[in-house]
T-cell receptor
Framework: DAKTTQPNSMESNEEEPVHLPCNHSTISGTDYIHWYRQLPSQGPEYVIH???SNVNNRMASLAIAEDRKSSTLILHRATLRDAAVYYCILRDGGATNKLIFGTGTLLAVQP | NAGVTQTPKFRILKIGQSMTLQCTQD?????MYWYRQDPGMGLKLIYY???????DKGEVPNGYNVSRSTTEDFPLRLELAAPSQTSVYFC???????????FGQGTRLTVV
C-alpha cells in the first residue's frame, strides 16, 4: 500500500486560508488521492478526492502536483469548526479499493 | 437516507466474552470496511470486503472475524474479548476508489 506523509500539526487563524500538504512519492497510476477529516469524538468525514486534475467542491479545493507525488488540501477561509485531524489517503483503484489511514495533520484554528 | 448504521453505540464487555458489532448500509455499496481507533491514534483497518461473499484481512485482523452474506450487512465478530480490544470501532462503505466513503458514527467498546 502506498504511503502518505503529512505534518503532525498546523495552526491557522480564523477566516484565513489554510494549505495542508501531503507527500505521496510512491503513488501508482491507479491510486486516487482522498482527504477525510475527523472532528473530535466523531467518525471520519469525506472532504474531497481526485485522480490527476485539481478539484473543487463546497468544502475545499485539492491541488495535485503534475507528477502526482504530492498534493495540497486548501481550505479557503478557515472557521473554528474546521479544527480537526485531516487525513490524506491514497486509495487503490484496483481490485481491493482499500482505504488505509495514516497519522494525519491536527489543524488548530485560532479565533 | 440512513447511510451507514452501526449498533450498538456503546458496550462494556468482560474479558473472554464475545460479541458482534453490527454494520449496515442502504446505499448498495460493494466495498465495506471495519476500522478500530485507539485513544489519540489514527484508524487501523481490521477487515474489508469487496462484495457479498468476499472478505479479506486488513492491518490488524487478529482477534476478529467478519462475514458478508448480503451487500447491506458486514458484521464484525469479537471472540474472547481482551482489554487490548478496548477501542472505538468504525464501519465504512463506498462504491469504489473513485467515490467518497461513508462512515458510521462508531461503536465505543470497553473490555474490563
Amino acid at each position: 500500500d502506498a504511503k502518505t506523509t503529512q505534518p503532525n500539526s498546523m495552526e491557522s487563524n480564523e477566516e484565513e486560508p489554510v494549505h495542508l500538504p501531503c507527500n505521496h512519492s510512491t503513488i501508482s497510476g491507479t491510486d486516487y488521492i482522498h482527504w477525510y477529516r475527523q472532528l473530535p469524538s466523531q467518525g471520519p468525514e469525506y472532504v474531497i478526492h481526485g485522480l490527476t486534475s485539481n478539484v473543487n467542491n463546497r468544502m475545499a479545493s485539492l491541488a495535485i502536483a503534475e507528477d502526482r507525488k504530492s498534493s495540497t488540501l486548501i481550505l479557503h477561509r478557515a472557521t473554528l469548526r474546521d479544527a480537526a485531524v485531516y487525513y490524506c489517503i491514497l486509495r487503490d483503484g484496483g481490485a481491493t479499493n482499500k482505504l488505509i489511514f495514516g497519522t494525519g495533520t491536527l489543524l488548530a484554528v485560532q479565533p | 437516507n440512513a447511510g451507514v448504521t452501526q449498533t450498538p453505540k456503546f458496550r462494556i464487555l468482560k474479558i473472554g466474552q464475545s460479541m458482534t458489532l453490527q454494520c449496515t448500509q442502504d446505499m448498495n455499496h460493494n466495498y465495506m470496511y471495519w476500522y478500530r481507533q485507539d485513544p489519540g491514534m489514527g484508524l487501523k483497518l481490521i477487515y474489508y470486503s469487496v462484495g457479498a461473499g468476499i472478505t479479506d484481512k486488513g492491518e490488524v485482523p487478529n482477534g476478529y472475524n467478519v462475514s458478508r452474506s448480503t451487500t447491506e450487512d458486514f458484521p464484525l465478530r469479537l471472540e474472547l474479548a481482551a482489554p487490548s480490544q478496548t477501542s472505538v470501532y468504525f464501519c465504512a462503505s463506498s462504491y469504489s476508489a473513485g467515490f467518497e466513503a461513508f462512515f458510521g458514527q462508531g461503536t465505543r467498546l470497553t473490555v474490563v
